[in-house]
């Protein structure tokens, strides 16, 4: 269990994104009933102690600006439907040109990072959170499993 404090808070970020895996589209959608793109990076932020506004261009506003290049899981990648346009989709990257985001046709799902999105990309987002918030939550993590564990036993 050392080995968790080592990694990267934004694979914790990626983990939680794929959690939702599954779950059903809902426009506006904010909880495990049904999501849309901005209630799943709302939901999996809100886990760590960020929280973000509504709307996924406003998110795309906010924390600090990365390369495509330089893209680390956790990172939030924000879309648009035409190549330059407006931002209106959003997305988590959970690492090897693999991103999370709850398609309108799917629901939550993981999709390669692909030319049509790599063309649609308007702009990437690192949020860091707290490290307060960080390891009490992955402590809360191991807690729950350990629990499970034992009641299996």
Same mark, same amino acid.
């Given at each position: 269990? &050392?080995?968790? %404090?080592f990694?990267? $808070?934004?694979?914790?970020v990626?983990?939680?994104a794929?959690?939702?895996?599954?779950?059903?589209? @809902?426009?506006? *959608?904010?909880?495990?009933?049904?999501?849309?793109?901005?209630?799943?990076?709302?939901?999996?932020?809100?886990?760590?102690?960020?929280?973000?506004?509504?709307? $996924?261009? !406003? &998110?795309?506003?906010? *924390? @600090?600006?990365?390369?495509? !290049? $330089?893209? %680390?899981?956790?990172?939030?990648?924000?879309?648009?439907?035409?190549? +330059?346009?407006r931002?209106?989709?959003?997305?988590?990257?959970?690492?090897?040109?693999?991103?999370?985001?709850?398609?309108?046709? /799917? +629901?939550?799902?993981?999709?390669?990072?692909?030319?049509?999105?790599?063309?649609?990309? &308007?702009?990437?987002? /690192?949020?860091n959170?707290?490290?307060?918030?960080?390891?009490?939550? &992955?402590?809360?993590?191991? /807690?729950?499993?350990?629990?499970?564990?034992?009641s299996?036993?």
């Amino acid at each position: 269990m &050392i080995l968790l %404090m080592f990694l990267y $808070s934004g694979d914790y970020v990626a983990y939680e994104a794929m959690r939702y895996v599954g779950v059903k589209y @809902r426009y506006g *959608g904010f909880d495990t009933t049904g999501l849309d793109c901005s209630g799943l990076v709302n939901l999996v932020f809100k886990k760590f102690g960020i929280y973000l506004p509504r709307r $996924s261009r !406003d &998110i795309a506003q906010q *924390g @600090r600006e990365v390369s495509p !290049d $330089s893209l %680390m899981p956790g990172d939030v990648l924000a879309f648009s439907r035409i190549p +330059g346009g407006r931002v209106n989709h959003l997305g988590i990257y959970v690492g090897a040109g693999r991103f999370v985001h709850a398609s309108s046709t /799917r +629901g939550v799902v993981v999709d390669s990072l692909n030319d049509y999105y790599m063309k649609r990309l &308007i702009t990437a987002r /690192r949020f860091n959170p707290s490290k307060e918030v960080y390891f009490s939550t &992955i402590l809360s993590w191991i /807690r729950r499993d350990a629990l499970k564990e034992f009641s299996r036993n």
